[in-house]
C-alpha cells in the first residue's frame, strides 16, 4: 500500500530499458474464430507444487471476522467470467485446502453480493449457507487431510467497508467503472469481494487464474500469462502464479489493455499493462526497471519469476504480487512510489506478516526505501529526506496510535509508515549500511514463502548481530511517542 508523505521531487531522469509494443493487433481479432497469442496454442498450467503452499493459519488479532484458522488453502483455480456490459461476474472456484484440525463444516470468506449456486467436496454435492460474507460449507473434515472444494458462484460485483479513515480508499475489494472495466484493491482483506477465500494474510496458496470477457476488453491477474485466444468476440487470458501468496495480495483488471515492457540490469522483463489511449502512463512506467535495479543493491535479486504493473482507475496503489495495481494519479505513478510498491515484493510479499497488527513490517521497510530513493533522485543525503517524517510519525502516533498496536479502525495510517521508517534508519546508523542491509537480506533469505511476526523479526535482528534489540524495537514499535532521533555518526558498538 501506498506511503502519503509528499514526495520531493524527483528530478534524475534517466531512461529505462525499454522494448516496443506487442502484437496487439494479432490479439485484437472480434469475429468468429480463435486467435492464440502464445505461439505454440494454449498451454496447460503447470502443475503447482502444493506443498510449497502450506500455512499455519492464524486467527487475526485485529480483524477475527475474516479468515478461518480450520483452512489451509493451498491453490486456487479460479475460472472467471466478466460480461462487461451486465456488470456480472461469474465464478468457478475450485480450492485445494488442508484442514488444520477436525470439523463439522469449513467456513471461507464471500461477499453478500455473490451468490453461491452450487458446492461440492471432493466431487460430492455438499450443502451450504451463505450469511453475510461467510460461506459455511456443511462437511465433516479431518485434521491434516486435504479436500478439494468447487464452489460456483456469480453476481454483480463491488467494493466491500474497510476499517480506514484514508481518503484514497474508503472501501476495499473489487470496483467496476462506468466504462465496465474492473480492477481490486483489497488490504487488509477484501478478496472475498470477488471469490470465495480463506481473507486472512497467514494463508498463502498458489493461484490460476482464466479470465474470460468481451473484447477488446482482456484480463489481467498475478504472475505469468500463459496465453491469450479470442473466440466469437470474447478474449480468455489464462495466468499462472507459481508463488505462494496471502490473499490481499492477489489482484484482477478487466480493460482494454495494451502491453508494453521494459528490461532491469539484471535482465528481468517487466511488463506493462496501460489501458488504451495512454501512453503518457507508459513513459511513468518505465522508470520501473531502474528502480529493481536499486533496490537490488540492497535487498539483493528480484524474488519472483515474473513482474508487471497494470494501471487502473484507481487512487491508490498496491503492491499486488508479481503484478503492482496502480491508480492514474500524478503522485500514484511518481517513480518513488512505482519504487515503494515494486520493494514490497520482498517486504510484505516474499515474507508477508500473519497477523494485521504487524502490517508496519511491510510499510516501515518499504517506506524507509521509499525515504532514501527520494534523497537519491535529488541528491540530497538521507538525513534530509527522512526530516519530514519525523513530523508525520509524531502526529500520527497521536491520532491513530502505536504502529504495532493501532487503532483498529484506522488502517494504513501513517503510524505504520513513518515511525518503523525511522527506527530502520536508527538501526543502520547503529550498524551501517553494509551490515544492516546484510540482516535485512537474511531476513528475506530464511522466511522467503512464509508469513511472519514481529517476534520472528526481533530474534533475527538479535541473533545476526548479536545486539539487545527487544526494548530499541518495542519503544518505536508499541511506545507511545516517538523516541529520539540520534545524530548521523554510527555510534560504538
Ligand atoms: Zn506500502
Known amino acids: 500500500m501506498r506511503g502519503r508523505v509528499a514526495a520531493l521531487v524527483a528530478v534524475a531522469v534517466l531512461a529505462a530499458g525499454c522494448s516496443g509494443g506487442d502484437d496487439d493487433a494479432s490479439e485484437r481479432t472480434t469475429g468468429a474464430g480463435t486467435t492464440g497469442s502464445s505461439p505454440a496454442g494454449p498451454s496447460a498450467s503447470p502443475a503447482p507444487d502444493l506443498d510449497a503452499a502450506l500455512s499455519t493459519p492464524v486467527e487475526d488479532s485485529f480483524y477475527p471476522d475474516v479468515g478461518d484458522p480450520g483452512v489451509d488453502a493451498l491453490h486456487y483455480d479460479l475460472k472467471l467470467d466478466w460480461a462487461p456490459t451486465r456488470r456480472r461476474l461469474s465464478g468457478t472456484a475450485t480450492i485445494t485446502l488442508r484442514a488444520t484440525a477436525d470439523a463439522d463444516r469449513l467456513r471461507l470468506d464471500l461477499g453478500p453480493r455473490m451468490r453461491p449456486s452450487a458446492v461440492t467436496l471432493d466431487g460430492r454435492d455438499v450443502p451450504f449457507t451463505h450469511p453475510g460474507k461467510d460461506l459455511l460449507v456443511e462437511a465433516a473434515v479431518t485434521a491434516e487431510e486435504r479436500h478439494e472444494l468447487v464452489v460456483e458462484y456469480a453476481g454483480r460485483p463491488g467494493p466491500v467497508p474497510a476499517p480506514t479513515r484514508r481518503s484514497d480508499f474508503s472501501v476495499t475489494g473489487i470496483t467496476v467503472t462506468d466504462a465496465g472495466e474492473l480492477w481490486t484493491m483489497q488490504e ?25 470477457t468481451d473484447a477488446p476488453f482482456r484480463g489481467v491477474a498475478n504472475g505469468e500469462l500463459l496465453d491469450t485466444s479470442t473466440t ?4 480468455t487470458t489464462r495466468w499462472h502464479l507459481d508463488s505462494p501468496a496471502s490473499s490481499y495480495l492477489t489482484t484482477i483488471a478487466v480493460g482494454d489493455y495494451r502491453h508494453d515492457s521494459g528490461t532491469t540490469g539484471s535482465g528481468l522483463t517487466v511488463d506493462y499493462w496501460v489501458p488504451r489511449g495512454m501512453p503518457r502512463v507508459l513513459s511513468r512506467l518505465r522508470k520501473a526497471p531502474r528502480t529493481v535495479d536499486w533496490i537490488e543493491e540492497r535487498l539483493g535479486p528480484y524474488p519472483f519469476s515474473t513482474l508487471g504493473l497494470v494501471v487502473t482507475d484507481s487512487e491508490s496503489a498496491m503492491e499486488t504480487q508479481t503484478m503492482i495495481t496502480l491508480g492514474t494519479n500524478a503522485y500514484v505513478l511518481s517513480e518513488p512510489v512505482i519504487m515503494h510498491e515494486i520493494a514490497h515484493q520482498w517486504y510484505g510479499d516474499l515474507v508477508s506478516p500473519s497477523d494485521w497488527r504487524d502490517v508496519w513490517l511491510n510499510e516501515g521497510m518499504t517506506m524507509y526505501l521509499q525515504g532514501r530513493y527520494e534523497a537519491d533522485l535529488a541528491g540530497l543525503p538521507a538525513s534530509e529526506a527522512l526530516a519530514s517524517y519525523e513530523q508525520a510519525c509524531r502526529a500520527s502516533l497521536a491520532e491513530a496510535g502505536p504502529p504495532g498496536d ?4 484506522s488502517f494504513g495510517a501513517g503510524n505504520i509508515y513513518y515511525c518503523p521508517a525511522l527506527m530502520w534508519d536508527e538501526l543502520r546508523k547503529r550498524l551501517g549500511e553494509d551490515e544492516f542491509w546484510a540482516v535485512a537480506r537474511s531476513w528475506l533469505e530464511e522466511n522467503a514463502g512464509t508469513s511472519v511476526g514481529r517476534e520472528q523479526l526481533y530474534d533475527h535482528w538479535e541473533d545476526a548481530t548479536g545486539l539487545e534489540l527487544s526494548s530499541f524495537f518495542d519503544s518505536w514499535i508499541t511506545g507511545e511517542t516517538m523516541p529520539e532521533v540520534t545524530p548521523e555518526q554510527p555510534l560504538a558498538p
Open 188 to 212: 487488509p482483506f477484501g478478496a472475498y469481494s470477488w471469490y470465495p477465500v480463506n481473507d486472512q494474510p497467514a494463508d498463502k496458496a498458489l493461484y490460476d487464474v482464466s479470465i474470460t
Open 406 to 409: 493501532y487503532d483498529r479502525g
Open 232 to 235: 466469437d468476440g470474447r478474449t
